[in-house]
């Protein structure tokens, strides 16, 4: 047997040095990667005044600003104050309902053009028992896109958003789906 270097002797690795390789990689990976991501926050509107980033008007404090950190939650069966996002405010998603207790109507009042409200990937969920959902109107708009979504409307209510754009240069996916007969509209205006 010829005298090779320490390393090369044994064809086989300690269980050791075989740990020790399992986790080095197990660490490449994880660089490479990326930890997964944390699920949304559910963030509910309890409405003390009409503005979206006002922290009292929600549980837990207002959504924060950006596309992936909160879910807006309205499952009122009244609501006082119907929330104002003008100032390009952005939510991961939002959802209307709980699915089984009647909800009262919504209607979200966004700004114009480019500072209409952002929604992210976890787009739009309007449930069962959910009254009519309405983002934007005529004058103050809609709806960017931040990410390709889902729009589903699983009540026997309307969906209705005003001029829908893209919040960035990228192209995103919109899919509309439910298993109610409320239906979805998107109008341009």
Request: aromatic share 6%; hydrophobic share 40%.
């Amino acid at each position: 047997m010829k005298n090779h270097p320490k390393f090369f002797r044994s064809p086989k690795a300690t269980p050791l040095r075989a740990g020790n390789l399992l986790t080095a990689l197990g660490i490449v990976f994880f660089l490479l990667l990326g930890s997964p991501a944390a699920p949304a926050a559910t963030k509910t509107w309890q409405g003390t005044s009409v503005t979206w980033a006002t922290a009292g008007n929600w549980n837990g404090g207002a959504p924060a600003n950006d596309l992936v950190t909160d879910i807006a939650l309205f499952n009122s069966g009244a609501y006082s104050f119907q929330p104002t996002a003008t100032t390009a405010g952005s939510v991961s998603g939002i959802i209307s309902g709980d699915g089984s207790t009647g909800t009262a109507a919504l209607t979200i009042t966004t700004a114009v053009t480019t500072n209409r409200l952002r929604i992210g990937a976890n787009g739009i969920v309007v449930k069962a028992n959910s009254g009519t959902v309405t983002i934007g109107n005529a004058n103050t708009q809609g709806a960017l896109l931040g990410a390709s979504q889902a729009w589903q409307n699983d009540s026997s209510s309307l969906l209705k958003v005003y001029s829908v754009g893209n919040a960035n240069t990228g192209a995103y996916t919109l899919t509309l789906s439910g298993t109610g007969s409320g239906g979805t509209t998107i109008s341009n205006a």
